[in-house]
C-alpha cells in the first residue's frame, strides 16, 4: 500500500501548479482525503480535506478561493489545483487518507490511515 503526492516545483509568485495524489494497493474513493503542507520550521497545517464522494471539501481560509480539490476515481487519483501561489504557500505537501472526522461542524482529515511522501512547493516573489 502506497501514497504518493507529485507535482511540485519551483514557481513564481501568481503562478499555478497541480499537484497529484496517487494510491496503490487501496482505492482512493472510498477514504477522506486531506493535503497538508509543512514548511521548515513550522507546524504542519491541514489545507484542504475532501469527502469519499468529493461532495464536500474544508479548506484553510488562506487557500480559499486559490486552491481546489478534485478526485478522478478511475485513476485512483486526487488532484490539488493551486492557482494565484504566493511565496507563503512555499512548502512540503503532502496527501493523507483516511476516515472523516467532524470538529466543531467541520469536516477535518485529523484521522489519518495512510501517509503520503510529499513533494516541495517553493514559490519565489
Known amino acids: 500500500v502506497q501514497l504518493q503526492a507529485s507535482g511540485g516545483g519551483l514557481v513564481q509568485a501568481g503562478g499555478s501548479l497541480r499537484l497529484s495524489c496517487v494510491a496503490s494497493?487501496?482505492?482512493?474513493?472510498?477514504?477522506?482525503i486531506g493535503w497538508f503542507r509543512q514548511a521548515p520550521g513550522k507546524a504542519r497545517e491541514e489545507i484542504s480535506c475532501?469527502?469519499?464522494?468529493?461532495?464536500?471539501?474544508y479548506y484553510v481560509d488562506s487557500v480559499k478561493g486559490r486552491f481546489t480539490v478534485s478526485r478522478d476515481n478511475a485513476n485512483n487519483t486526487v488532484y490539488l489545483q493551486m492557482n494565484n501561489l504566493k511565496p507563503e504557500d512555499t512548502a512540503d505537501y503532502y496527501c493523507?487518507?483516511?476516515?472523516?472526522?467532524?470538529?466543531?461542524?467541520?469536516?477535518?482529515?485529523?484521522?489519518?490511515?495512510?501517509r503520503g511522501k510529499g513533494t516541495q512547493v517553493t514559490v519565489s516573489s
Open positions: 493523507t487518507a483516511g476516515p472523516l472526522n467532524i470538529i466543531s461542524g467541520t469536516i477535518r482529515c485529523t484521522k489519518t490511515d495512510w
Open positions: 494497493g487501496f482505492r482512493l474513493e472510498y477514504s477522506a
Open positions: 475532501t469527502t469519499s464522494s468529493g461532495g464536500m471539501t
